[in-house]
């Protein structure tokens, strides 16, 4: 059974930091192509960043210099850095892995940036 765990979720002030973190259990972790999205209320869910099994990296365009994802195949994770964080990266974020035609999902984090 595959599974996506997200941790690192929480309220922080704008300017901050906060680092999300997805471990998967179930399936080669190397083989999948790692991302994150977020989602808030009555909108659609959206692609934040992603890393290919080789480790090639493709961002949001308001999250680029802001963000970083990354992964470590020995820990079976997955992780996006958030800096500089802003009242509008208020979402749910959730982990994807994705391999041939499958999509894995994990539960969501909540990221809330508030003063």
């Known amino acids: 059974q595959v599974q996506l765990v997200e941790s690192g979720g929480g309220l922080v002030q704008p300017g901050g930091s906060l680092r999300l973190s997805c471990v998967a259990s179930?399936?080669?972790?190397?083989?999948?192509?790692m991302s994150w999205y977020r989602q808030v209320p009555g909108k659609q869910r959206e692609l934040v960043a992603l890393?290919?099994?080789?480790?090639?990296?493709n961002y949001l365009d308001v999250v680029k210099g802001r963000f970083t994802i990354s992964r470590d195949n020995s820990k079976n994770t997955v992780y996006l850095q958030m800096d500089g964080l802003k009242p509008e990266d208020t979402a749910v974020y959730y982990c994807?892995?994705?391999?041939?035609?499958?999509?894995?999902w994990g539960q969501g984090t909540q990221v809330t940036v508030s003063a």
């Open positions: 890393v290919t099994s080789g480790g090639h990296t």
């Open positions: 179930g399936i080669q972790f190397s083989a999948l192509r």
């Open positions: 994807n892995g994705f391999a041939i035609t499958t999509h894995y």
